[in-house]
């Protein structure tokens, strides 16, 4: 009886990931063919049904599947069904815009905050922010997102706030997922003027102008 072809392996391995895997196959046994279905059954040696045959293409995981592969040899016997198993968990993006604002003290000034959805995400996002200056707050209309969607962030400066350029991370917590994202707030000056008169002394006679 000839001996089996080596089992496949996968690259990655199996496990759960939060985004779309690429996935190769690959086998020891020198010329084998690799076979594999993607439907959780075993894969048979030839082409055909749910069976397909492994080149050097990766096979992209983009939800939750089980790769069941088998080699084939010349002189060999067949291969066991090497199994790798990918969950694709549920995850969600976050960005900013613009990436910065200019603001005077005392005023305020607005951002877009965007989350997408990943794998089906269908989660509530509570949106915080923090790197605030000394006398400013922020405020998210709404509050959550739930999914895909925007909310726009609300700065406010107070009057003691100091000149001068913040980090603002605006973060997105859903459960046990967190993500976060950067922008800038610049707080310059106010427009302002100033004013003086000379000379510091003039004479003048009563009747007379100076």
């Known amino acids: 009886t000839p001996p089996p072809a080596a089992t496949p392996t996968f690259s990655p391995l199996g496990g759960t990931y939060t985004s779309t895997q690429s996935v190769t196959i690959s086998d020891t046994t020198s010329g084998a063919s690799i076979f594999y279905t993607l439907d959780g059954t075993t894969p048979a040696t030839s082409v055909g049904g749910s069976t397909m045959q492994f080149s050097t293409t990766p096979i992209s995981v983009a939800s939750s599947e089980t790769i069941n592969a088998i080699a ?3 002189g060999f016997s067949s291969s066991s069904v090497g199994t790798a198993i990918y969950t694709i968990s549920p995850d969600f993006l976050i960005s900013a815009a613009p990436p910065s604002q ?4 005392g005023n305020s000034t607005t951002y877009t905050v965007t989350t997408g959805a990943l ?3 269908t989660g509530t996002i509570t ?3 923090t790197g605030l200056p000394t006398g400013a707050s922020a405020t998210f209309n709404p509050t959550t997102i739930t999914g895909s969607g925007t909310s726009t962030m609300t700065v406010t400066t107070g009057t003691g706030t100091p000149i001068g350029t913040s980090t603002l991370t605006i973060t997105g ?3 046990a997922l967190t ?3 950067t922008t800038s707030m610049v707080v310059s000056a106010a427009p302002d003027f100033s004013i003086s008169a000379a000379p510091p002394s003039q ?3 009563p009747g007379n102008s100076t």
């Open 72 to 74: 084939t040899a010349s």
């Open 102 to 105: 200019t603001v005077n003290p």
């Open 119 to 121: 794998n089906g995400f």
């Open 127 to 129: 949106l915080s922010a």
């Open 173 to 175: 917590t859903s459960a």
């Open 179 to 181: 993500h976060s994202t």
């Open 203 to 205: 004479t003048v006679n």
